[in-house]
């Protein structure tokens, strides 16, 4: 049967004292290759011992399958809600279907519990089944940063970060390589994010250098081409990569949603395999859920995203499992997503998620040039150690400008204007710990500190959530100061 790790029992503990304590909706967060679905599986079965009825809904339909399968392997007896399935077993106390067969399936048993996997990805069918059956729910999701989450879900449940499985081995550490970027300057948004045409045009322009640099970095750390996961901008994107690669004499294929699921399915378990005739695999979005090839030692970020956080952190994830002779996996950044997201990346990677918050996927405020230009190396494009003037994956030692200071997690411009507001780093972390005292006095979330110290510093907070005791004048002063101007900016 199924052996959990100690956080895995930890976490399902912590759910369990959740429901006691009167939540009926939580989110259990693990990063990508904490087990997530291990956990879900031992709660539906406890729940069937207890006699009672426990649903898994599956973001997806080719999701069911696989997850039935995992289910038969352990031995545990389950049916599929799914019309047609030949697994149709409505008697069952464990069942699993997908957010389709909510919107469709007349029939459905009453529930005890409800899984809901991939939970970022807000589907109305299973928030309508949630809200009207109020049926106890968890959510599973290792990146639970999307609109409305906060609303469905009334809290998460943490208990590892990607920093514990990435020191006890579970994950790999990610090498990044700030590489030439995408150039997105100007370019038109859908609903707040870049559009796919935008960054397709203009993903294009740049094949030549991805192909170039990855030919250089699979030989430089690996001395062979090494299995990689490409996530280009669009179908069109896709296509040039994959024909450029080719030509260079590199084995890369290229699958959309445009594709049929046969054909799809078939080229990834053939990527699957340890001597695949498949060295890259180029993808439109869709490898971000559900899908596990653990020997993929490069991704290529080649898709900008200016607002969508979670879709970045997925995207890494696919490449951090681990696997026995992988001791890191390179990660070549064409997108800038990995300066543009350091600050919350970096949070998320040492202190997991303490809170479901509404408004964290906003656009981001783009990096100026001075602040993409010191991140990285300027010899070898490594991503620049924090504290450090010395690159540690080439031994470039940087000369120290003036008027540019790099610290543990943030990027600190210090010129002109902006030389006179210079704050140290114990100022502003009261500052931030006032903030979020103030934000649990009025009964705002932790979100508001989050963004009114990014108002206050230009940077967002790399401190732990930890409140402070009062809130002092300055602090006080300066939030009505911001009231003020932003009640003339409305009424002006
Ligand atoms: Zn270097």
């Known amino acids: 049967m199924l052996c959990l790790r100690d956080y895995q029992d930890k976490s399902l503990l912590s759910l369990r004292q959740g429901f006691i304590d009167g939540y009926k909706t939580l989110i259990l967060y693990m990063p990508t290759g904490g087990g997530k679905t291990e956990s879900a599986i031992t709660l539906l079965v406890a729940t069937a011992k207890k006699g009672k009825k426990a649903a898994m809904v599956m973001d997806r339909r080719i999701l069911v399958d696989q997850t039935s399968q995992r ?3 352990y031995g545990i007896d389950h049916g599929v809600l799914m019309a047609d399935h030949w697994r149709w077993r409505p008697q069952e106390d ?12 007349e029939y459905f048993p009453k529930l005890d519990l409800i899984i809901v996997d991939e939970c970022h990805t807000v589907r109305k069918s299973v928030s309508d089944f949630i809200k009207n059956t109020g049926v106890r729910s968890i959510g599973l999701s290792s990146s639970p940063f999307t609109k409305g989450l906060g609303k469905l879900y009334e809290d998460v449940v943490c208990d590892v970060t990607t920093n514990e499985l990435v020191n006890d081995g579970s994950l790999v550490p990610l090498r990044i390589f700030c590489a030439k970027e995408i150039d997105m300057t100007g370019a038109k948004k859908v609903a707040g994010e870049w559009s796919q045409k935008e ?8 094949t030549g250098d991805i192909v170039t640099e990855w030919v250089k970095k699979t030989h430089e750390f690996f001395d062979k081409p090494e299995k990689t996961i490409v996530f280009c901008a669009g179908v069109a994107h896709g296509e040039d990569l994959q024909k450029r690669f080719q030509e260079s004499g590199y084995n890369f294929v290229s699958i959309s949603y445009r594709d049929d699921n046969q054909y799809k399915k078939d080229v990834i378990e053939e990527f699957s395999k340890p001597d695949s005739d498949i060295v890259g695999l180029i993808a439109t979005d869709i490898l971000t859920k559900g899908f596990d090839v653990p020997d993929v030692k490069i991704g290529i970020s080649a898709r900008p995203f200016t607002k969508s956080f979670s879709s970045h952190v997925q995207q890494m994830g696919r490449v951090m499992r681990s696997f026995p002779g992988k001791d890191f996996a390179l990660w070549l950044d064409h997108s800038g997503n990995y300066i543009r997201f350091q600050d919350e990346w970096e949070e998320l990677y040492s202190n997991g998620v303490s809170t479901l918050d509404d408004g964290k996927e906003k656009p981001k405020p783009e990096p100026s040039d001075k602040e993409k230009e010191v991140a990285k190396c300027p010899k070898c494009q490594f991503l620049w150690p924090p504290k450090s003037d010395i690159c540690s994956n080439c031994g470039h030692v ?5 008027d540019v200071i790099i610290k543990a997690g943030e990027l600190e411009e210090i010129n002109g204007a902006s030389k006179k507001e210079k704050y140290s780093s114990e100022f502003k972390e009261s500052f931030y710990r006032e903030l979020l005292k103030y934000a649990d006095d009025m009964g705002y979330n932790s979100g508001w500190a989050y963004y009114k110290y990014h108002d206050k510093f230009k940077i967002y907070p790399s401190w732990k959530k930890e409140k402070a005791e009062y809130v002092s004048q300055e602090v006080m002063n300066y939030i ?3 009231n003020i101007r932003y009640a003339k900016r409305r009424r002006a």
Request: a positive charge.
């Open 71 to 73: 289910l038969d392997k």
């Open 94 to 105: 464990i069942q699993i279907c997908s957010a389709q067969t909510l919107e469709k399936c």
């Open 199 to 206: 960054s397709t045009e203009r993903g294009i322009k740049i």
């Open 398 to 402: 940087r000369e120290r400008k003036n």
């Open 480 to 482: 009505i100061s911001q």
